[in-house]
């Protein structure tokens, strides 16, 4: 499929993804670009962390969850040498793919005849795969793969972000509770702020949690952990 898109388009996806701020979100709206823009059957994203460590598989069906799987359980497939060490990969005629067998038979009883797969990634990291899935021999073409990358590079911008909103978030939530904790032992027993942040401190160590998780259980229970 030869494509053409505009500038216009992008800018558009760059303002949606803007207006959310959870990182499933994030990777639902790019996905759903994806399909509209290449106008394949199936789109699907490997996210990881610290460049290696996948983190989960998001798709935009229940397939392509499958073939992904059957690529991490195997060690083998394009999305993996994508991460590895590959820009992209364009698989025009699975059946005529020959690198990956287990991945290649898995992804011909569904159905799929084409593949195009891009590494998301910014001047900092690499931080997984998009793939697009089509049900015809040649359906993506090499104008496809320069728009794949530029998609790849407006979402993996996206994705930090969210990535990073969500560690602020949950950050932030953290010393709220920490926070809130803080006051009941000030309260309860009229001691000053540092002194209460101490005993929390001193609980969590003892205790080998998290200072988050004694400051939720002293909000939950009134009780600090025995």
């Not at 388009?9 to 759903?32: G, M, N, P």
């Not at 060690?75 to 025009?92: Q, S, T, Y």
């Amino acid at each position: 499929m030869s494509l053409n898109p505009d500038a216009e388009s992008f800018a558009e996806l760059a303002l949606d993804l803007h207006e959310v701020s959870t990182l499933d979100e994030t990777v639902e709206r790019i996905l759903e670009f994806a399909c509209k823009m290449f106008n394949c059957a199936y789109a699907g994203v490997i996210p990881v962390h610290d460049g290696s460590r996948v983190e989960t598989v998001a798709s935009n069906h229940e397939i392509v969850a499958h073939l992904d799987t059957i690529q991490l359980e195997a060690g083998e497939g394009p999305d993996i040498e994508i991460i590895a060490d590959r820009p992209g990969v364009l698989i025009c005629d699975i059946a005529e793919e020959t690198r990956w067998p287990t991945w290649t038979a898995a992804v011909e009883d569904a159905g799929i005849r084409s593949m195009l797969g891009a590494r998301l990634y910014t001047t900092r990291r690499v931080l997984g795969s998009l793939n697009l899935y089509a049900l015809e021999v040649d359906g993506f073409d090499r104008v496809d793969v320069d728009v794949a990358h530029m998609l790849a590079r407006h979402a993996a911008v996206a994705l930090e972000s969210a990535r990073g909103t969500e560690h602020l978030l949950r950050a932030v939530d953290a010393r709220n509770l920490i926070g809130r904790a803080r006051g009941i032992l000030m309260e309860r027993f009229s001691i000053e702020a540092d002194r209460a942040f101490r005993v929390l401190k001193r609980y969590s160590r003892d205790n080998n949690l998290k200072l988050n998780s004694v400051a939720q259980r002293l909000i939950d229970t009134g009780k600090l952990p025995s």
